[in-house]
């Protein structure tokens, strides 16, 4: 039988209550879209590939959809075929440009969740306005509290507006790199790891054993002295050597 989601009430959703159902704040992830200097800048909000996939399941059942990808000379097409209970196909397509970080990788990303806007995943973030923050190089170093109304009803705190919070990855004294010893899981690899899964997309969202290691051997030498560390305290733990 075919699993389905409800939109945390007593009732019965309909299929787009299903599709457009706010995601956990985990599953928003923050990029800049626009620049102003190099310490104040907006943010864009997206839902991360993985929630985006498992929606689908949820909603159509793992069985009763598809994602077709074309590539053309300027980037990727996605095509999402899903099945209805009763019976009716829909098809949305969409595309998105390749990235300069894994290019055909990035720009599948990009399609996929183009294409699910289109079926109304997500498309609730697009009423957030512009988020305004500020930035370190250009980069965003922090987190962002979302509006109730943004949010499940698990989640929901009483919040009425957009709460930036802007912080900085900890620098060690001295000129020389931060050091980790492998296996050794502490507050500051915890919070390098989340640095590195927030703000790289070799390994967006990822876990500790699956963050790339050739990535974190790219970041480790990177210009931004906070991803550098930060990616070199990662590597440490997982015992790659970056020199």
């Not at 928003?28 to 909000?45: C, M, Q, Y």
């Not at 970080?101 to 997500?122: D, F, H, M, Q």
């Not at 170093?141 to 698990?154: N, Q, T």
Request: charged letters at 30%.
């Amino acid at each position: 039988m075919r699993r389905k989601i409800t939109v945390e009430t007593n009732t019965s959703a309909t299929l787009a209550d299903q599709l457009k159902a706010p995601f956990p704040a985990c599953d928003i992830e923050w990029r800049v879209g626009r620049a102003f200097s190099e310490d104040k800048g907006v943010l864009l909000p997206y839902v991360t590939a993985r929630a985006i996939l498992e929606r689908l399941d949820d909603v159509f059942g793992v069985e009763n959809w598809t994602a077709q990808y074309q590539t053309v000379e300027q980037g990727v097409i996605c095509t999402i075929t899903a099945v209805t209970e009763d019976g009716n196909t829909i098809v949305k397509s969409d595309g998105s440009g390749y990235t300069q970080v894994e290019p055909l990788k990035g720009g599948i990303s990009g399609a996929l969740k183009r294409t699910a806007s289109a079926l109304g995943i997500g498309r609730y973030l697009y009423d957030l306005g512009e988020v305004v923050a500020p930035l370190r190089n250009k980069k965003f170093y922090g987190e962002i509290e979302l509006p109730d109304r943004f949010l499940p009803e698990s989640e929901r705190t009483g919040n009425t507006e957009i709460k930036v919070k802007s912080k900085s990855f900890s620098k060690n004294s001295g000129d020389s790199a931060p050091k980790a010893n492998k296996g050794e899981l502490t507050d500051e690899v915890k919070t390098a790891l989340n640095f590195v899964v927030r703000n790289d997309k070799y390994n967006e969202g990822k876990k500790m054993r699956d963050v790339w290691d050739k990535g974190l051997r790219f970041l480790a030498h990177s210009r931004d002295a906070e991803q550098a560390k930060a990616a070199r305290l990662v590597a440490g733990f997982k015992g790659v050597p970056v020199d």
